[in-house]
C-alpha cells in the first residue's frame, strides 16, 4: 500500500499523487474486506482525474463499491491476464462517462499497468475520455458513451449467450439513473424481459444525481423499482455502499440465473454521488469536473484515512 | 443490357440473406415488424432459432444487433430504411460504426417509389448520412440480381454494412454471371460523349436515356455504381476524363448521395461539368411510384436532358459560363 499520504503526514505532493502496483484478486471476500479496494479504487480515480484535468469525478467515486464486489468478490469470471477469455462474463459501462471507475478497477484487476492510468483522456491513450473499443484496452467490451446504448449491446450479447451459444455466461451492465431518461433504455428493459435473460443483471447507479441539478428536478424517472418490477425485471434495491448489501443484491442475481428464473434481474442501487470524498458527497457539481491539485492530495489523505 | 423481367429489389435481399444463412450458421436476423414487407420473413421460415422479432424498436434493434455482432454472430436487421438508416443514426454511428462490428442493415422501401404510404416512409437522404460514417459500407443495388449477390458479399465481409433496396417491381436486366463486388462501379454500355452514373432503379432509366441519346447520335456511356462507399475512384476518374462531362441519377436528393460522391471524386481527380437528377430538396408524397418518378423528374427524360446540358456545358470550354443554378 502506498503509505506516502496519510491524515497527519507531511504532504509530498508528487508522491500522494504516483499510482502504485498494488493489485487485487477475485475471489469470494467477506464483507470487510472490500474497504481497502474500493478506496484503492477511488484514490486511483481522484490520481487519474487530477492528471487529466477534465472527467466526471462523481459518479466513478459514488460507484467504486459496487465495482469492487462485482470484480473482486468472485462476481464475474474473468481473466485478468485474457480479457478475451471466451468463457468470460460481460461487463458492458453503459454510462460511458464514468469510464475512470471501470479504468481503476481493471488496472487493479492486473488487466493493464497501473501508471497507464495517468494517460486518461490525454493524445494517444488506451484510456479515451468515454470508452472506446477502437483503443483494444483490455476489459473494454464496446465503445459507449451515447447514452443508452451499452444496455441494448448487453441485451444483445445476452441473447447470444443464452439464447444462440446455450452457454452460462453472464452480462452484465451499469447505467446511470439521469440515463433513464433516455428512451431507448426501457426498449433494452423490454427486450431483456420478452426473451427471458436470466443471464442478464442490469445495475442502476442510483445517485440522485446528474450534471444539471437533482434527477427529479432535470426529468423525473422515478419510481425506478417499481418501473424495473413492471418491465419484467426481478428488482432488488440495495445501499450501493454497504458490501453486504450489495453481496446480497449480487447473489440474488446469482440465484435467479443458476435457477433459471425466466427474468432478467435489475439491482437499484442507492448511492451517493462522490462518496469516500466528503466536499464532494452528494453533490451534483461534481457530476462532471475533475478536483484541482489541491482538491486532489486533501481527497487522498481522507481516503487514506478511510481505509 | 436487356429486359429480362420485373421485380422487387426486396426479394434480392431476402433470397440473399436465406443463402448467407445456408452458408453460415453465425448469420443471424433481426426483426421490426415488417418482415414480411422488407423479406425477412424468408430466412425466418428457413432458420426459426436464428430469428429474432425486437419489435418496432428500431434503435434497440441496431444496438442488440452490435451486441449479437461482438458476441461473434453476423446480425443482419432489417427495416423500411426512413427507420433504420435515419432514426437509429447515433446508434449506427457510435454501437455499429465507431465499435467497427459486423453489423448489417437492410434498407428498405427506399426513395418515392414507396408510392401510396407518403412522405413519411419514403426516405430519400440516407445515402448522403451513411456514407459519411467511417467503416461504413454503402450498397444500393439497381435490380433483383444484384440485390441479392450485394446482400451475400455484404454478409461474407467483415465489418458494418448498409444495403438499400425498394418496395416496387424495378427492371430486371443483370444475371448471375453480371459482375459485381464491393467498392467496383461497372460500365455496362460504352461510348464517350458523356457518362450517366447512375445507382438504383435509376440504372435502368439511364440505359433508357442512352438510347434516347442515340437516336441524336450522341454515344453515352452508363456507368452503374451500386458501390456508394467505397467508391470506384478509377471507374469515376476515367468516365470524366475520357467523356469531358457526367450526369449523376438517384432516387435521393440531389445533395450529398452520389452525385455528391462523384463531384467530390471528380473535384479532385478530373473536374467536369455535372447535371445532377435526383429529388431537388423537397419531401416525398402519396401517389402510384411511376406518377411520382414522374412528378420528381426521375426518369429517363430527365437523365437525357440533363445529359444534352452537360455536354453543351463542356462544349463552352468551362463549367461556370452559366447563370448561377439552385440547387
Given at each position: 500500500?502506498?503509505?506516502s499520504v496519510g491524515p497527519t503526514a507531511e504532504v509530498d505532493s508528487k508522491q500522494s499523487l504516483a499510482f502504485n502496483t498494488l493489485t487485487f484478486e477475485n475471489r469470494l471476500r467477506q464483507p470487510s474486506e472490500f474497504a481497502e479496494i474500493a478506496v484503492e479504487i477511488r484514490r486511483d480515480i481522484i490520481r487519474s482525474l487530477v492528471r487529466a484535468g477534465s472527467g466526471h469525478s462523481g459518479g466513478p467515486l459514488g460507484s467504486s463499491d459496487i465495482f469492487a464486489v462485482l470484480y473482486f468478490g468472485g462476481i464475474m469470471r474473468y481473466n485478468p491476464s485474457d480479457m478475451h477469455w471466451n468463457g468470460r462474463d460481460r461487463f458492458v459501462l453503459s454510462a460511458g462517462h464514468m469510464a475512470p471507475v471501470l479504468y481503476s478497477t481493471l488496472a487493479n484487476a492486473g488487466c493493464f499497468p497501473k501508471e497507464e492510468l495517468g494517460t486518461l483522456r490525454k493524445f494517444g491513450t488506451r484510456l479515451q475520455g468515454h470508452p472506446g473499443r477502437d483503443m483494444h484496452l483490455p476489459g473494454i467490451e464496446t465503445s459507449s458513451g451515447s447514452l443508452g446504448q451499452g444496455i441494448s449491446i448487453a441485451v444483445g450479447m445476452a441473447i447470444s449467450d443464452k439464447?444462440?451459444?446455450?452457454?452460462?455466461?453472464?452480462?452484465?451492465?451499469?447505467?446511470?439513473?439521469?440515463?433513464?431518461?433516455?428512451?431507448?433504455?426501457?426498449?433494452?428493459?423490454?427486450?431483456?424481459?420478452?426473451?427471458?435473460?436470466?443471464?442478464?443483471?442490469?445495475?442502476?447507479?442510483?445517485?440522485?444525481?446528474?450534471?444539471?441539478?437533482?434527477?427529479?428536478?432535470?426529468?423525473?424517472?422515478?419510481?425506478?423499482?417499481?418501473?424495473?418490477?413492471?418491465?419484467?425485471?426481478?428488482?432488488?434495491?440495495?445501499?450501493?455502499?454497504?458490501?453486504?448489501?450489495?453481496?446480497?443484491?449480487?447473489?440474488?442475481?446469482?440465484?435467479?440465473?443458476?435457477?433459471?428464473?425466466?427474468?432478467?434481474?435489475?439491482?437499484?442501487?442507492?448511492?451517493?454521488?462522490?462518496?469516500?470524498?466528503?466536499?464532494?458527497?452528494?453533490?451534483?457539481?461534481?457530476?462532471?469536473?475533475?478536483?484541482?491539485?489541491?482538491?486532489?492530495?486533501?481527497?487522498?489523505?481522507?481516503?487514506?484515512?478511510?481505509? | 443490357?436487356?429486359?429480362?423481367?420485373?421485380?422487387?429489389?426486396?426479394?434480392?435481399?431476402?433470397?440473399?440473406?436465406?443463402?448467407?444463412?445456408?452458408?453460415?450458421?453465425?448469420?443471424?436476423?433481426?426483426?421490426?415488424?415488417?418482415?414480411?414487407?422488407?423479406?425477412?420473413?424468408?430466412?425466418?421460415?428457413?432458420?426459426?432459432?436464428?430469428?429474432?422479432?425486437?419489435?418496432?424498436?428500431?434503435?434497440?434493434?441496431?444496438?442488440?444487433?452490435?451486441?449479437?455482432?461482438?458476441?461473434?454472430?453476423?446480425?443482419?436487421?432489417?427495416?423500411?430504411?426512413?427507420?433504420?438508416?435515419?432514426?437509429?443514426?447515433?446508434?449506427?454511428?457510435?454501437?455499429?460504426?465507431?465499435?467497427?462490428?459486423?453489423?448489417?442493415?437492410?434498407?428498405?422501401?427506399?426513395?418515392?417509389?414507396?408510392?401510396?404510404?407518403?412522405?413519411?416512409?419514403?426516405?430519400?437522404?440516407?445515402?448522403?448520412?451513411?456514407?459519411?460514417?467511417?467503416?461504413?459500407?454503402?450498397?444500393?443495388?439497381?435490380?433483383?440480381?444484384?440485390?441479392?449477390?450485394?446482400?451475400?458479399?455484404?454478409?461474407?465481409?467483415?465489418?458494418?454494412?448498409?444495403?438499400?433496396?425498394?418496395?416496387?417491381?424495378?427492371?430486371?436486366?443483370?444475371?448471375?454471371?453480371?459482375?459485381?463486388?464491393?467498392?467496383?462501379?461497372?460500365?455496362?454500355?460504352?461510348?464517350?460523349?458523356?457518362?450517366?452514373?447512375?445507382?438504383?432503379?435509376?440504372?435502368?432509366?439511364?440505359?433508357?436515356?442512352?438510347?434516347?441519346?442515340?437516336?441524336?447520335?450522341?454515344?453515352?456511356?452508363?456507368?452503374?455504381?451500386?458501390?456508394?462507399?467505397?467508391?470506384?475512384?478509377?471507374?469515376?476518374?476515367?468516365?470524366?476524363?475520357?467523356?469531358?462531362?457526367?450526369?449523376?441519377?438517384?432516387?435521393?436528393?440531389?445533395?450529398?448521395?452520389?452525385?455528391?460522391?462523384?463531384?467530390?471524386?471528380?473535384?479532385?481527380?478530373?473536374?467536369?461539368?455535372?447535371?445532377?437528377?435526383?429529388?431537388?430538396?423537397?419531401?416525398?408524397?402519396?401517389?402510384?411510384?411511376?406518377?411520382?418518378?414522374?412528378?420528381?423528374?426521375?426518369?429517363?427524360?430527365?437523365?437525357?436532358?440533363?445529359?444534352?446540358?452537360?455536354?453543351?456545358?463542356?462544349?463552352?470550354?468551362?463549367?461556370?459560363?452559366?447563370?448561377?443554378?439552385?440547387?
Open positions: 500500500m502506498d503509505t439464447l444462440i451459444d446455450r452457454n452460462d455466461h453472464c452480462v452484465f451492465t451499469l447505467t446511470g439513473d439521469g440515463e433513464l431518461q433516455e428512451g431507448s433504455v426501457w426498449e433494452a428493459a423490454m427486450a431483456a424481459s420478452n426473451f427471458k435473460l436470466d443471464n442478464f443483471c442490469w445495475l442502476i447507479d442510483n445517485n440522485d444525481c446528474q450534471i444539471d441539478g437533482r434527477v427529479p428536478d432535470v426529468m423525473n424517472v422515478y419510481p425506478i423499482a417499481e418501473k424495473c418490477t413492471a418491465f419484467g425485471f426481478d428488482t432488488f434495491v440495495a445501499d450501493g455502499h454497504d458490501y453486504a448489501d450489495i453481496m446480497r443484491a449480487f447473489d440474488r442475481f446469482r440465484e435467479n440465473h443458476v435457477n433459471k428464473v425466466g427474468k432478467p434481474t435489475a439491482i437499484v442501487f442507492r448511492t451517493y454521488m462522490g462518496h469516500g470524498v466528503s466536499y464532494m458527497n452528494d453533490k451534483f457539481e461534481w457530476h462532471g469536473k475533475p478536483p484541482t491539485k489541491d482538491q486532489a492530495i486533501a481527497a487522498l489523505e481522507e481516503l487514506a484515512g478511510n481505509e | 443490357m436487356e429486359l429480362l423481367g420485373s421485380k422487387p429489389t426486396r426479394h434480392g435481399f431476402g433470397e440473399g440473406l436465406v443463402t448467407l444463412g445456408e452458408r453460415y450458421e453465425n448469420v443471424v436476423v433481426l426483426g421490426g415488424d415488417i418482415t414480411g414487407s422488407v423479406m425477412t420473413q424468408l430466412f425466418k421460415d428457413k432458420f426459426p432459432d436464428r430469428f429474432f422479432s425486437i419489435g418496432v424498436a428500431e434503435q434497440n434493434a441496431t444496438t442488440i444487433a452490435a451486441g449479437l455482432a461482438l458476441s461473434g454472430k453476423i446480425p443482419f436487421f432489417a427495416s423500411y430504411g426512413a427507420f433504420c438508416a435515419l432514426r437509429n443514426a447515433d446508434q449506427l454511428r457510435i454501437s455499429v460504426c465507431y465499435n467497427d462490428v459486423n453489423v448489417k442493415i437492410g434498407g428498405g422501401h427506399s426513395g418515392i417509389s414507396v408510392g401510396p404510404d407518403g412522405a413519411t416512409h419514403q426516405v430519400l437522404e440516407e445515402i448522403a448520412y451513411l456514407r459519411t460514417l467511417p467503416h461504413m459500407t454503402m450498397l444500393v443495388p439497381a435490380d433483383f440480381e444484384e440485390a441479392r449477390k450485394a446482400t451475400i458479399a455484404m454478409g461474407e465481409m467483415i465489418g458494418p454494412a448498409y444495403i438499400r433496396f425498394g418496395r416496387s417491381p424495378v427492371p430486371l436486366f443483370t444475371t448471375s454471371e453480371t459482375p459485381f463486388a464491393i467498392g467496383k462501379a461497372h460500365v455496362i454500355k460504352d461510348g464517350n460523349d458523356v457518362a450517366l452514373i447512375a445507382c438504383g432503379a435509376l440504372v435502368w432509366e439511364s440505359l433508357l436515356a442512352a438510347d434516347d441519346l442515340a437516336k441524336s447520335g450522341i454515344n453515352a456511356r452508363v456507368i452503374n455504381a451500386p458501390s456508394i462507399k467505397p467508391f470506384d475512384f478509377n471507374t469515376v476518374t476515367q468516365a470524366a476524363r475520357e467523356c469531358g462531362c457526367i450526369v449523376t441519377a438517384e432516387e435521393h436528393q440531389v445533395h450529398a448521395g452520389l452525385g455528391g460522391a462523384v463531384a467530390e471524386c471528380t473535384a479532385k481527380n478530373a473536374p467536369v461539368p455535372i447535371e445532377f437528377v435526383g429529388v431537388k430538396d423537397s419531401f416525398g408524397g402519396s401517389g402510384e411510384p411511376e406518377e411520382l418518378m414522374e412528378k420528381f423528374g426521375l426518369t429517363w427524360k430527365e437523365i437525357a436532358a440533363a445529359a444534352r446540358v452537360a455536354m453543351k456545358r463542356r462544349d463552352k470550354g468551362s463549367s461556370g459560363v452559366r447563370s448561377i443554378v439552385e440547387p
